[in-house]
């Protein structure tokens, strides 16, 4: 967790788009939002709930990230419906694909009207 919370961190440092930061807690989760407001998404991270071996990065379900995240890596993650990447603590997720999805929710309103 502490890794894709530095993954969060750096995406948004190297994506002038971005922008600062806020991190905070929603629904009891880390979370973090670019602090210049209509830029992206929300982004989440915790255990999956139930197990002792995944974690998960949420994004706002009402968003078409995780489609068009299945459409750009299909087979680098596992998904959970319409909110969510799938990580297992045994495995390193793909780095170059996870900073894109990263980048993509946290630009989300700047190119999803589009």
């Known amino acids: ?15 002038s788009e971005i ?7 929603k629904w009891g989760e880390p ?12 982004v989440r ?8 071996t995944h974690y998960a990065l949420y994004v ?7 489609e068009t995240y299945r ?8 998904y959970d419906g319409n909110r969510a990447l799938i990580f297992s603590v045994e495995k390193e997720p793909p ?3 996870l900073a894109h999805c990263i980048a993509l ?3 989300y309103h700047r190119w999803a009207k589009r």
């Open 60 to 66: 706002h379900c009402q968003t078409s990230l995780i």
């Open 19 to 25: 922008g600062p930061l806020t991190e905070t807690l």
């Open 31 to 42: 979370a973090w939002l670019p602090k210049r407001a209509r830029t992206g998404t929300t």
């Open 105 to 107: 929710a946290l630009t």
């Open 95 to 97: 780095a170059e694909p």
């Open 71 to 78: 459409r750009h890596y299909p087979g680098e993650f596992s």
């Open 45 to 52: 991270a915790d255990a999956l709930k139930g197990s002792a």
């Open 1 to 15: 967790m502490l890794r894709l919370r530095q993954v969060i961190l750096d995406v948004a440092e190297r994506n």
